[in-house]
């Protein structure tokens, strides 16, 4: 009994080691996750919205940042998460770590369910969840929350959809449905989107599953160079767009043009599904994509609360930029990457001090790294090259295997196209462009960019909303999860009878040990020069110091040998698998926990909790000046965006990464003001509403530097701060010699350092960077004015929209952008838009000159989704308040409906007659009883399904007399379809 439960046993065991290898920190020394976005953006954004659950409201206003922004409009606050009950359940910091961790947890279980419906043994199972959830490219997203959520509950949703394809449809449909809303709810769409194609997938092949052993070689070469022929089209109709494209030939890919393409693409692909089948199998395919597809749009109900408000606020936002905008295909996974995948580490690490050498490669410090390591296990590598295959056995083999090569070739980005690599060519550029420029810089020229006509590239193009996702290495996650579940099916054929199997893969174990041992010998041997040529090559610039080259070579080396030495034990493990199976999958999961904890044991980052609880040393310093020079109503602040301390960069610290966070933290860098009570002027995001943007847009001009040479200069429009209201700016100290795109801000830069004692402001400003600046003339957060200019409304992207905002930002104050533009007095004028030009026949009395305002206003009362204006004028006026207008605010004066008047193009004006009057704004959103009943009837379908019982149905009992002759023939190889 001991001896059957303990391989049950062992699986749980070696992912609790893995945890305690992993989280240590987390676990016992009072740690948090605070890397990259983990710290300055989920950590206080989730803050925000348990605070207003925790005051009784529903959280659907953020009024922090960008002047106001619907809280479900950003998937990424998963406001209506249920795993987000853990922050009511436990104090804020221990519940910010345990929601990590939780997910982990999820996804190891997921992987195993996966990998059981798909018929592999519990040995294999166990490896598959191990490699899944302890792999880098998903042990690495506790740096990122929701894409860990998302990560989390794709191998349950894919589980299910495998249910369903095998009969359990009411059970798959519910449980498909379901995975999807939690990730849409738990903030990342983009999972669901790829589950759901995955699932479609399935649906497509699962008919056509009969074993193709018997298959013609004849037919296996026409499949050969049908493919060859299929690479070789595909590279040539690249080409020719991109020099069509050059000369000005091509039309502009517009949304519509978009559309048509997507409408013909899936025209042409469910054709395919219908007729290169039978009849039967044709029927059953239909059948499938059906159950898929009433999954898909289950799961949409289910998550209606949240998908309905961001789908709305999505429209206008920049996400609706066409497929191939700037930036789609950022952190692009390189080729030569792939090599991580054998050996953990094997470019070095930059955290937490740099010991890495892949800024080395050229281009020199051009590489945008999502995930700082691919690394899953040289053993499960050798195992999944096994377990994979498409032309025989099981379906989810075949199925598996192809999402892990369409993973692998859409998170390679543009590197999976052929523009870039024929860019590469000597001489290349002059008839095909050069290659896209660095990273948030504008291409220039008709030319494609480098991802045209790669798979990523394609996928944004015909698939419907896909456009709207960023970021090629998030499909690294299902590359990551079919690999692991293929080295699962390969661990199963080893402890088979299939010799061949494990022949062929010993071979494969024998070639690559024999290649770590020898890249191993030659690092040693050109240790000297390696360590020279990193250190010449890598660029300064990094946060976590100047590059150490010995350090770079010892990791190097290090990931080599014991990718070398988990090899030569797998090896090993393949012989005893077919005599010990027992024994051999213990020895296995014991192998893959090792290896996984070494790796992964450097690969989590964290920092102590006080860091983040303590109080912020300019939150401080703004109320201490408040307190010596008060100011009527709500203020703004603004801080510089992608800067840090250049002694960051000058010298290396084992600490840097709690240095950093502490640093970001002061100085309230992303969303660390938020729970301090203040609100940023502008945080750019990935949801941001492109009319807003447009009062900060960075406008480039040619000036002269030091040198004397000409140069780009970008230069921000101060009249958009100070319209806006931000009273402080936190600011660089070294103005003068910022020249890139985001580091223009000397025309803003309003007057002198705010503080109490100069010393301090020396210390300051010496070793820690920064400063903080008070602008005395930001506009207040609510005003009235006499005079209105009423205009219609203006069309996106048209040019009267463009010279609106043009004129507001001039007027508003500053360096003009156009010193021959006409500009007005904003503090006692507004510009009104009217869809109608009756609809403004109730401000025709605001025709006054722009003289002095008659009366007085004052904000009292401003919480995140309610603002109370006090207002006494002398004669009617627009009270003006410098929130940005949605439409799901509404407002009474005096207790009575009032409209609302788009002012100043994103501000909200009121309409108030003389005398003293009460103005009441309350958030509202129209769309939400709906999206909340979309929900609730949706949760009632999902009980239906799991819990109606099965309908019985009329079967003839068979005699249980049996036939003992043919007993034993009649159960050889009945074995359950996977």
């Known amino acids: ?388 295959g498409m032309r025989s056995g099981p379906i989810g083999r075949r199925w598996l295997t192809v999402l892990m090569l369409a993973g692998l070739a859409g998170a390679m980005g543009k590197f999976a196209g052929p523009l870039w690599w024929i860019r590469c060519v000597p001489g290349a550029s002059g008839w095909l462009g050069s290659h896209d420029p660095p990273a948030g810089i504008v291409r220039d020229g008709p030319s494609l960019p480098d991802g045209a006509g790669s798979v990523y590239g394609l996928m944004a193009t015909i698939l419907p909303g896909f456009a709207m996702f960023r970021y090629p290495a998030k499909l690294m996650v299902i590359t990551s999860l079919a690999m692991s579940c293929l080295a699962g099916m390969g661990w199963d054929q080893l402890s088979s009878e299939e010799a061949s199997t494990r022949g062929r893969l010993r071979r494969l174990g024998i070639l690559s040990m024999a290649i770590s041992a020898s890249l191993a010998v030659l690092v040693v041997v050109l240790r000297a020069g390696l360590e020279a040529l990193i250190a010449r090559a890598v660029p300064i610039g990094s946060l976590y110091g100047p590059v150490d080259g010995a350090g770079a070579a010892d990791a190097t080396l290090s990931g080599l040998i014991q990718g070398g030495m988990v090899l030569a034990l797998g090896i090993m493990l393949t012989r005893l698998a077919a005599r010990r199976p027992r024994l051999a999958g213990v020895g296995a999961l014991l192998l893959v926990t090792v290896d996984l904890g070494v790796a992964g044991s450097r690969l989590v980052w964290t920092v102590p909790r006080s860091i983040l609880e303590a109080p912020s040393g300019i939150a401080r310093l703004i109320a201490r000046a408040e307190d010596r020079q008060p100011a009527a109503g709500p203020f703004r602040i603004h801080r510089v965006e992608q800067w840090h301390p250049s002694a960051f960069s000058r010298r290396r610290s084992a600490r840097r990464l709690a240095e950093l966070v502490a640093w970001e933290h002061d100085t309230l860098d992303r969303l660390y003001a938020e729970p301090a009570g203040l609100e940023y002027t502008i945080v750019r995001g990935v949801v941001d509403v492109a009319d807003y943007l447009e009062f900060f847009e960075a406008r480039a001009t040619r000036a002269r530097d030091e040198r004397g040479a000409e140069r780009t200069v970008y230069s921000f429009p101060r009249g958009g701060y100070d319209l806006w209201g931000a009273r402080y700016l936190i600011m660089p100290v070294g103005l003068n010699g910022w020249m890139g795109r985001e580091r223009g801000y000397i025309r803003i830069a309003p007057g002198d350092v705010v503080v109490d004692d100069p010393e301090q402001s020396r210390r300051w400003v010496e070793h820690e960077g920064w400063q903080l600046l008070r602008n005395p003339r930001a506009f207040p957060r609510c005003w009235v004015v006499h005079s209105a200019i009423v205009i219609p409304t203006t069309a996106p992207g048209s040019p009267e929209r463009t010279e609106l905002v043009a004129t507001l930002v001039d007027s508003a104050g500053g360096v003009p952008t156009d010193p021959r533009r006409r500009t007005v007095d904003l503090r006692r004028t507004a510009f009104v838009e009217v869809e109608r030009p009756e609809g403004g026949r109730e401000l025709a009395s605001l025709r006054m000159p722009p003289t002095e305002a008659e009366g007085s206003v004052a904000v009292t009362r401003y919480e995140p989704q309610r603002v109370e204006i006090r207002a006494e004028l002398r004669r009617p006026g627009l009270v003006v308040l410098a929130d940005v207008l949605d439409p799901g605010w509404v407002l009474t004066i005096d207790g009575r409906p009032a409209p609302i008047w788009r002012t100043n193009r994103m501000m909200r004006g009121a309409f108030v007659p003389a005398g003293r009057h009460a103005l009441f704004y309350e958030y509202r959103p129209a769309e939400m009883p709906r999206a909340v009943a979309m929900t609730a009837a949706s949760l009632a379908i999902v009980a239906l399904l799991i819990l109606a019982p099965r309908r019985a149905t009329s079967r003839r009992v068979p005699s249980r007399r049996v036939d003992r002759s043919r007993k034993v023939e009649m159960t050889k190889g009945a074995l359950p379809d996977a």
Request: aromatic share 10%.
């Open 1 to 388: 009994m001991i001896r059957r439960a303990a391989p049950l046993l062992l699986g749980p065991a070696c992912a609790l080691a893995l945890g305690l290898a992993c989280f240590h920190a987390v676990l016992f020394d009072g740690a948090q996750f605070a890397y990259r976005d983990a710290g300055h953006f989920y950590y206080p954004l989730y803050r925000v919205v348990q605070n207003e659950w925790a005051a009784g409201h529903w959280p659907l206003w953020n009024s922090d940042q960008n002047a106001g922004t619907p809280m479900l409009g950003w998937p990424m606050a998963a406001v209506f998460y249920p795993g987000k009950l853990i922050y009511a359940a436990l104090p804020y910091p221990t519940a910010a770590a345990g929601y990590i961790l939780a997910h982990l947890a999820i996804a190891l279980a997921g992987a195993y369910t996966l990998a059981r419906s798909l018929g592999t043994g519990p040995a294999g199972s166990g490896l598959a969840a191990l490699g899944f959830a302890f792999g880098a490219p998903v042990l690495t997203l506790s740096s990122n929350v929701i894409y860990l959520v998302g990560a989390a509950w794709m191998p349950s949703g894919l589980a299910a959809a495998h249910l369903a394809a095998n009969g359990r449809t009411r059970l798959g449909l519910a449980g498909l449905a379901a995975a999807l809303a939690m990730q849409v709810l738990g903030g990342d769409p983009e999972a669901a989107y790829l589950t759901g194609l995955a699932s479609g997938l399935l649906a497509i092949l699962k008919p056509g599953q009969e074993d193709r052993s018997n298959v013609r070689s004849e037919r296996s070469r026409w499949r050969v160079s049908a493919t060859i022929g299929v690479l070789a089209g595909w590279i040539l109709a690249v080409v020719i767009a991109d020099l069509v494209s050059a000369r000005g030939w091509l039309p502009a890919w517009d949304p519509t043009g978009r559309f048509f393409a997507q409408a013909i693409t899936l025209i042409v692909a469910l054709l395919a599904v219908a007729w290169t089948t039978g009849r039967e199998a044709r029927l059953r395919r239909l059948a499938m994509l059906g159950l898929v597809g009433g999954s898909i749009g289950l799961s949409i109900l289910l998550s209606a609360v949240q998908f309905v408000p961001a789908w709305e606020h999505a429209r206008r936002t920049t996400r609706q930029d066409g497929p191939l905008a700037v930036g789609l295909q950022d952190f692009s996974v390189e080729p030569y990457r792939l090599a991580e995948l054998a050996w953990p580490h094997v470019y070095g690490l930059e955290i937490p001090e740099n010991r890495s050498w892949l800024q080395a490669i050229p281009p020199a410090g051009e590489r945008m790294i999502w995930s700082p390591s691919l690394y899953m296990g040289a053993f499960l590598l050798l195992l999944a090259a096994g377990g994979a």
